[in-house]
């Protein structure tokens, strides 16, 4: 019964490789046909991510707010879902939808290093900088939740003449839960074929695919609770674009 049950699972296996490399050999054909290289390693056979639904968290709002405006902060409701915290640095508003703005006075004193700090303590990626010779500029670094990017979530750090003069973003809680899924998300080919339509109905110019990974879309507003919505990132010779695994719509990244 063991031999037959291992032979039945091998037979199985090699029907399901069989099928993925037609699903492969279709969608290079596809692509080349439209005038675009795919990368077969790029066909994803990673499963994308359940969705997830966001509890607010003031107390991580506070100690990002104390990050950034200085150790002891006073806190004070203005409603609306928003909260607005003074200190030493400057003022911080955060919102239910979870973004924030800070504007750091004369005290702000944050510099690379602390940036950098901030980002790994609040979940973000390593910031990239863009600064000129006056030491005005920006870093941008792009929120993560668990080991997965959430492509339209970011912070930003603006300099003026070498000083932090403000930050502004999104800030996501830390606890969540899974959202309960009414349909199977978009797989790896689903995305690509849902990318190669919009990219011929808009004459987008690519011509290689060159990765393909998944990630997440924030969904927020003042009404609706924060969630995350499963993607797929499809990493092209010219830019970035973001599938959304449930609406297959592409935004462009």
Do not use: H
Not at 85 to 109: C, E, M, P, Q, V
Not at 167 to 193: C, F, K, N, Q
Request: hydrophobic share 40%.
């Amino acid at each position: 019964m063991n031999v037959f049950l291992l032979g039945s699972l091998a037979v199985r296996d090699q029907a399901e490789l069989a099928s993925r490399r037609r699903t492969e050999e279709q969608l290079i054909a596809l692509f080349a046909a439209d005038g675009m290289t795919l990368d077969r390693g790029a066909i994803s056979a990673e499963t994308p991510p359940a969705g997830r639904t966001l509890e607010r968290d003031s107390a991580l709002e506070q100690r990002a707010a104390a990050f950034l405006l200085g150790s002891e902060v006073s806190a004070s409701d203005q409603g609306g879902g928003i909260y607005a915290y003074s200190g030493a640095a400057g003022t911080a508003l955060f919102r239910s939808n979870g973004s924030f703005d800070a504007d750091l006075g004369a005290g702000g004193t944050l510099d690379a290093d602390d940036i950098a700090a901030f980002c790994r303590k609040f979940s973000y990626g390593e910031p990239v900088f863009q600064v000129d010779e006056d030491g005005s500029g920006t870093a941008v670094a792009i929120q993560r939740f668990g080991d997965l990017p959430v492509f339209n979530s970011i912070v930003v750090f603006t300099f003026q003449s070498g000083r932090l003069a403000k930050v502004s973003g999104t800030l996501l809680p830390e606890s969540s839960a899974v959202s309960p899924a009414d349909r199977e998300p978009l797989s790896a080919a689903a995305a690509l074929t849902a990318f190669q339509k919009m990219r011929r109905e808009s004459g987008a110019v690519v011509s290689a695919v060159t990765d393909l990974y998944p990630c997440y879309e924030l969904q927020s507003s003042t009404a609706v609770s924060m969630s995350l919505v499963p993607a797929w990132c499809v990493v092209t010779d010219t830019a970035k674009y973001y599938v959304n695994c449930i609406t297959g719509t592409v935004s462009f990244g």
